[in-house]
């Protein structure tokens, strides 16, 4: 289930709430499982591994990078994945107020991506840590570090959307740059000092938006222009590749033939000459 962040923000900022416990499992095939969720809710961290639980028939694998909320008294089924070792923290939580708790995500499944972050997980340990000592102080401390790691998820998970569309944004920008000047004597290092990036991190925006890094897409995008180009003019193959930017025709003829299966030559003959 997706979760609109400011909202579970605002909520927990208006909502007074107190843990009722942090637990710790790890994978252990001697220990059955619950059939239904205890009778408060809460967020599950993962450490390692990974495992698959079902809230009320709604799959979430619980893996690092990843937080689950998961409601009171859920149904709950579990999938283990081989002989894998897994292991994540618990930490549920109690709603202050009745009139509040009818109307709050505490009866609601949730997954958060935060994205890998030590920061978080080591909050996470000291959190666990400080519930299993003793005294008010520990008490205390428990509550304020609870707030500081549901801080840090919802930072987390904010600047990691905020990181997707920004990526977006780049790569539109670039690949914009590219359909449109594609037949000067562009390069990758050109291209990712004109953004004010290097090129890892635009080999890595291209990879994750377009599935290829920018290299291929700029040479894919060159070809399919002359692919087109071979459909609408008489010009010979060796201008038509000088055109879309790649001055040797023999490395042109050699792209051509890998991406479409026959030469330049061979292509204008089979589907311009003989239409039919």
């Given amino acids: 289930m997706k979760i609109d962040v400011n909202q579970l923000a605002e909520h927990f900022a208006h909502t007074p709430f107190q843990v009722e416990g942090v637990y710790r499992y790890a994978r252990n095939p001697g220990v059955p499982y619950a059939d239904y969720t205890d009778s408060f809710p ?6 390692t591994g990974k495992i698959q639980f079902q809230f009320n028939g709604t799959p979430y694998i619980f893996s690092p990078g990843k937080v689950v909320h998961g409601g009171a008294k859920m149904k709950l089924d579990q999938k283990m994945f081989g002989i894998t070792n897994w292991e994540y923290i618990l930490v549920q939580y109690r709603i ?10 505490s009866h ?26 003793r005294g008010g102080i520990s008490m205390f401390q428990t509550e304020m570090l609870f707030r500081e790691v549901l801080n840090e998820t919802l930072l987390c998970v904010v600047n990691r959307e905020d990181s997707c569309e920004t990526t977006h944004i ?7 740059y590219i359909h449109e000047y594609f037949y000067q004597s562009l390069t990758i290092a050109s291209l990712a000092e004109q953004n004010n990036i290097n090129r890892n991190r635009l080999s890595y925006v291209f990879r994750r938006h377009a599935g290829m890094g920018p290299a291929e897409y700029l040479l894919k995008y060159r070809i399919n222009m002359a692919q087109e180009m071979l459909f609408t003019s008489d010009a010979p193959v060796q201008q038509i590749a000088q055109t879309v930017g790649i001055a040797d025709p023999f490395y042109f003829s050699r792209v051509f033939k890998k991406q479409f299966g026959i030469s330049p030559t061979e292509y204008r003959d089979t589907f311009i000459n003989n239409p039919c």
């Fill in 96 to 105: 202050c107020n009745s009139e509040l708790e009818e109307s709050s995500f």
């Fill in 108 to 133: 609601q499944h949730f997954e958060l991506s935060t994205g890998q972050s030590p920061r978080l997980i080591e909050l996470i340990m000291r959190l666990w840590h400080v519930y299993n000592q």
């Fill in 42 to 47: 809460g967020f599950v961290f993962p450490l």
């Fill in 170 to 176: 780049l790569f539109e920008r670039v690949s914009n």
